[in-house]
Nanobody, 118 residues
C-alpha cells in the first residue's frame, strides 16, 4: 500500500521556522522526492526536489528552505526558515518513479497546511 504521510505543518509568525516531514512507504524505485505547494485558485508549484545527487529549489525559497532526505527511513524533509506570509499554502509531498524516458508516475501526499501570519 502506497503511503506518503506528511507532518509538521501549522501556524507560525513571519520570520519563524517550520520543518515538514514526509514518510514514504510502498513505493519502489523512487527517482525524485520533493515538495510542492498550492494556494486556492492557483496552480500547484514546485518548492524543492532532491535526487540521489542534487537538490533543486524554486527561486522564491532559495536561501530560506532546505530539502533533505533520510534514505534509511524513506523520509523527505524540508526545513523552512525566515517564513513569509506569501509562503502560506498547502504543502504536498511528491515522489516520482520514472518507468521510461517518456513515462513517470507521480505519487502525492494528502497535503499539510502552512500558515504564516504577518
Amino acid at each position: 500500500q502506497v503511503q506518503l504521510v506528511e507532518s509538521g505543518g501549522g501556524l507560525v509568525q513571519a520570520g519563524g521556522s517550520l520543518r515538514l516531514s514526509c514518510a514514504v512507504s510502498g513505493i519502489v524505485g523512487i527517482n525524485v522526492m520533493g515538495w510542492y505547494r498550492q494556494v486556492p485558485g492557483k496552480q500547484r508549484e514546485l518548492v524543492a526536489t532532491i535526487t540521489s545527487g542534487s537538490t533543486n529549489y524554486a527561486d522564491s525559497v532559495k536561501g530560506r528552505f532546505t530539502i533533505s532526505r533520510d534514505s534509511a527511513k524513506n523520509t523527505v524533509y524540508v526545513q523552512m526558515n525566515s517564513l513569509k506570509p506569501e509562503d502560506t499554502a498547502v504543502y504536498y509531498c511528491n515522489c516520482k518513479v520514472r518507468l521510461s524516458a517518456t513515462y513517470t508516475i507521480d505519487y502525492w501526499g494528502q497535503g499539510t497546511q502552512v500558515t504564516v501570519s504577518s
